[in-house]
T-cell receptor, first 111, second 114 residues
Framework: GEDVEQSLFLSVREGDSSVINCTYT??????LYWYKQEPGAGLQLLTY?????DMKQDQRLTVLLNKKDKHLSLRIADTQTGDSAIYFC???????????FGKGTTLSVSS | DTAVSQTPKYLVTQMGNDKSIKCEQN?????MYWYKQDSKKFLKIMFS???????INETVPNRFSPKSPDKAHLNLHINSLELGDSAVYFC?????????????FGPGTRLTVL
């Protein structure tokens, strides 16, 4: 069955890089996403990657995809206190059915 | 100019009651979803719906039912509320023509069952 795994917590200091990892099981996943949830708020799409790509860079965000190992990572450069949130990895298939989410990684940034 | 809106934002009710949560999207999307986020922040799909098909997650009790009066709305009705229904419920929508299948989420409704 489909399953998405993430480590639950990550703590970094302001200015450092953060790397959040995710593994997924559905090899038919077409798109993989990173969503951000700030306390008491809804989900905001941060970035996505198509399954035929290895890397995508968007300002401070770098997404790496290893399709062979079904491993996805999100790197946040120069992490700021405003980056403190829960980060969810998610997958979907080409037919665009519902997103399958990981359990979320709580990123804590200390100054 | 809110894209996906939900009402109410907070809902506190007694066990056994019946309640509804409303969702509206003004994006012209054709597919809508309900997700449940439990106290551990785990997010699970409950329903996906377009004008052709309702897909139900088999783990969702039949006390939960989505109702779509039109393409812009997908409301969630819950009968005989139980303590375990306490959670944050998120509505989302998507266009079938979307390039990368992005789903847009509402702000969530925090349901507390006493």
């Amino acid at each position: 069955g489909e399953d998405v795994e993430q480590s639950l917590f990550l703590s970094v200091r302001e200015g450092d890089s953060s790397v959040i990892n995710c593994t997924y099981t559905d090899s038919s996943s077409t798109y993989l996403y990173w969503y951000k949830q700030e306390p008491g708020a809804g989900l905001q799409l941060l970035t996505y990657i198509f399954s035929n790509m290895d890397m995508k860079q968007d300002q401070r965000l770098t997404v790496l995809l290893n399709k062979k190992d079904k491993h996805l990572s999100l790197r946040i450069a120069d992490t700021q206190t405003g980056d403190s949130a829960i980060y969810f990895c998610a997958e979907s298939t080409m037919t665009g059915t519902a997103l399958i989410f990981g359990k979320g990684t709580t990123l804590s940034v200390s100054s | 100019d809110t894209a996906v809106s939900q009402t109410p934002k907070y809902l506190v009710t007694q066990m056994g009651n019946d309640k509804s949560i409303k969702c509206e999207q003004n994006l012209g999307h054709d597919t809508m979803y309900w997700y449940k986020q439990d106290s551990k922040k785990f997010l699970k799909i409950m329903f996906s719906y377009n004008n052709k098909e309702l897909i139900i997650n088999e783990t969702v009790p039949n006390r939960f039912s989505p109702k779509s009066p039109d393409k812009a709305h997908l409301n969630l009705h819950i009968n005989s509320l139980e303590l375990g229904d306490s959670a944050v419920y998120f509505c989302a929508s998507r266009s079938v023509d979307s390039t990368y299948n992005e789903q847009f989420f509402g702000p969530g409704t925090r349901l507390t069952v006493l």
